[in-house]
């Protein structure tokens, strides 16, 4: 099988640009789906940290820069608008690489949709575009998806009143398990994200106020009221930080197409402290890899429970979500995926 993933125009796809969930998302694809044996093309910019695949530069250090995008923060923080000069430019280097290189029965990967999907559409008719990841809402009508979550494909096709698409899929989330550690609780418990009001960092701190709880917070943004502030971190750090804490909080208040951060949590073996919406409904078990909370009360009994869970309950809690959220195990649903969507081409039936 031969893939062609595509990956953003204002990041590299390195490890530290993987605050860009769909920059990490392009890069650990490649990754997988190498580690499998296929042929992979990666077009993205100039840095790769993706060993065995055909990087194609789409897009230099010096244009990004040109374009306002210097750090990892202005990536970070860009607003997606594919009208500006930034996609543009990418696009006019993207869609000939693609033309030199895209066979016959060969997918094409792109980390978004809107309207950018419908210019590689038009431009290859005859191969399937896949939106691999789907955690947004602005899907493309015209390519065939797989969504981070069932809450969040419900919502997608709700929001449009579609009818069930046939081939479009439910794989979650994806990681490499050597990230992350085995736990060594302390005496803390963590919050990461934005600091913003909607990923709930005022919930975690009302928590352990009352509590008179230690609360470690990290990310990008300026930090109020209870808690230590250690700014943002690697994925080294990242890793160091969840794998000591107590639990970690991820009280967001949007409804999660799939969330990173309970699940990153989980794979160092600290259990996870979630709002009770979207995603977190298929990936957290009440009792048995975190709690699901409603109301200050809750969150306030899941943190002094998980306070009592011993060393042989966290190592079996990280051995469970490493199986099911690795590359490996991942990467095998994707391989499959891959491989029914071949039958379009033969006796298969498009609902397209």
């Known amino acids: 099988m031969k893939l062609h993933v595509i990956s953003l125009p204002h990041t590299q796809t390195t490890r530290a640009f993987d605050r860009c969930?769909?920059?990490?998302?392009?890069?650990?694809?490649?990754?997988?789906?190498?580690?499998?044996?296929?042929?992979?093309?990666?077009?993205?910019?100039?840095?790769?940290?993706?060993?065995?695949?055909?990087?194609?530069?789409?897009?230099?250090?010096d244009q990004q820069a040109d374009n306002g995008f210097r750090t990892i923060d202005d990536a970070i923080n860009q607003d997606y608008d594919?009208?500006?000069?930034?996609?543009?430019?990418?696009?006019?280097?993207?869609?000939?690489?693609?033309?030199?290189?895209?066979?016959?029965?060969?997918?094409?990967?792109?980390p978004q949709g809107w309207t950018w999907a419908d210019e590689i559409v038009d431009a290859f008719p005859a191969n399937k575009v896949v939106e691999h990841g789907v955690g947004y809402a602005g899907i493309s009508q015209r390519t065939y998806r797989v969504f981070d979550s069932y809450a969040w494909r419900n919502f997608?096709?709700?929001?449009?009143?579609?009818?069930?698409?046939?081939?479009?899929?439910?794989?979650?989330?994806?990681?490499?398990?050597?990230?992350?550690?085995?736990?060594?609780?302390?005496?803390?418990?963590?919050?990461i994200g934005r600091l913003n009001a909607r990923k709930g960092l005022h919930i975690a701190q009302s928590a352990c106020e009352k509590m008179g709880a230690r609360l470690v917070v990290a990310g990008q943004g300026?930090?109020?009221?209870?808690?230590?502030?250690?700014?943002?971190?690697?994925?080294?750090?990242?890793?160091?930080?969840?794998?000591?804490?107590?639990a970690v909080f991820t009280p967001t208040i949007y409804v999660p197409p799939f969330e990173k951060v309970h699940?990153?949590?989980?794979?160092?073996g600290t259990p996870a402290i979630t709002t009770d919406f979207g995603a977190f409904s298929e990936t957290v078990q009440n009792g048995v890899n975190?709690?699901?909370?409603?109301?200050?009360?809750?969150?306030?009994?899941a943190a002094e429970d998980t306070a009592t869970w011993d060393l042989k309950r966290r190592r079996k809690l990280r051995k469970q979500t490493q199986a099911v959220y690795g590359l490996e195990p991942i990467g095998a649903r994707?391989?499959?995926?891959?491989?029914?969507?071949?039958?379009?081409?033969?006796?298969?039936?498009?609902t397209l």
């Open 21 to 61: 969930a769909f920059t990490a998302k392009a890069r650990k694809l490649a990754e997988m789906m190498q580690r499998r044996g296929h042929d992979v093309v990666l077009y993205a910019g100039e840095e790769n940290e993706v060993e065995g695949v055909e990087l194609v530069t789409c897009i230099t250090k």
């Open 82 to 110: 594919f009208t500006k000069p930034l996609w543009r430019t990418f696009n006019r280097q993207l869609i000939p690489a693609l033309r030199e290189r895209v066979g016959p029965r060969e997918h094409i990967c792109i």
């Open 156 to 191: 997608v096709y709700g929001r449009y009143s579609m009818d069930g698409q046939c081939y479009d899929e439910v794989i979650p989330n994806y990681w490499d398990v050597d990230e992350f550690p085995e736990p060594d609780p302390q005496d803390y418990y963590f919050w």
């Open 222 to 246: 300026e930090h109020h009221g209870y808690g230590e502030h250690i700014g943002t971190l690697d994925h080294v750090q990242r890793g160091y930080w969840m794998s000591r804490a107590l």
């Open 263 to 268: 699940v990153e949590a989980m794979m160092c």
């Open 290 to 301: 975190g709690y699901r909370c409603t109301m200050l009360a809750d969150f306030i009994a």
């Open 334 to 350: 994707y391989e499959a995926y891959f491989n029914r969507l071949s039958t379009l081409y033969r006796d298969g039936f498009d």
